[in-house]
T-cell receptor
Framework: GESVGLHLPTLSVQEGDNSIINCAYS??????FIWYKQESGKGPQFIID?????DKRQGQRVTVLLNKTVKHLSLQIAATQPGDSAVYFC?????????FGTGTSLTVIP | KAGVTQTPRYLIKTRGQQVTLSCSPI?????VSWYQQTPGQGLQFLFE???????NKGNFPGRFSGRQFSNSRSEMNVSTLELGDSALYLC????????????FGSGTQLSVL
């Protein structure tokens, strides 16, 4: 089966600092990747995605980096805010079925 | 545009019972996927339906089943409930093409006593 793992289960950052959440994937055939944010009591919410023909994509305060050589994905959040506190998941797919990591819990310290 | 709607929001059942969960996808979306989320296992894929046909299936026992209706609404059923079935069940919809983002509902929290 697929294996999508996160390097750290928890991450605490000071408000205003940048956050970096990492993810390793194992299927070299995966060609589409998504980062999701899940707040308590809610379903996962789309943050940003990237296709395998790119190595970087930027959104509003977020950047996703893809390193296909080492099968590594990262999510960077600039100027982290208290509202960013949540669990973050990476997901990969090579078709219609997604595989999710177990998540990293981000806590923003005011 | 309304999001993905899941009902009920919470369910409490006892071992041996069966349960049916419902999911209404975003209008125009033809694919519905179901996931089981537990604290230790993250999101585990159950199955995906597209145009009333099961297109993909995860590694869950036959007690877990689903279906999709012509209006793309989907239901999943779990029979002979076990304590380990306690989880958040998430439904996600998409248009149905490959490599496109999923939109999730808020889930149904199932507790099996």
């Amino acid at each position: 089966g697929e294996s999508v793992g996160l390097h750290l289960p928890t991450l605490s950052v000071q408000e205003g600092d940048n956050s970096i959440i990492n993810c390793a994937y194992s299927n070299s055939a995966s060609d589409y990747f998504i980062w999701y944010k899940q707040e308590s009591g809610k379903g996962p919410q789309f943050i940003i995605d990237i296709r395998s023909n790119m190595d970087k994509r930027q959104g509003q305060r977020v950047t996703v980096l893809l390193n296909k050589t080492v099968k590594h994905l990262s999510l960077q959040i600039a100027a982290t805010q208290p509202g960013d506190s949540a669990v973050y998941f990476c997901a990969e797919t090579a078709g219609n079925q997604f595989y999710f990591g177990t998540g990293t819990s981000l806590t923003v310290i005011p | 545009k309304a999001g993905v709607t899941q009902t009920p929001r919470y369910l409490i059942k006892t071992r041996g019972q069966q349960v049916t969960l419902s999911c209404s996808p975003i209008s125009g979306h033809r694919s519905v996927s179901w996931y089981q989320q537990t604290p230790g296992q993250g999101l585990q894929f159950l199955f995906e339906y597209f145009s009333e046909t099961q297109r993909n299936k995860g590694n869950f026992p036959g007690r877990f089943s689903g279906r999709q209706f012509s209006n793309s609404r989907s239901e999943m059923n779990v029979s002979t409930l076990e304590l380990g079935d306690s989880a958040l069940y998430l439904c996600a919809s998409s248009v149905g093409q490959s490599n496109e983002k999923l939109f999730f509902g808020s889930g149904t929290q199932l507790s099996v006593l």
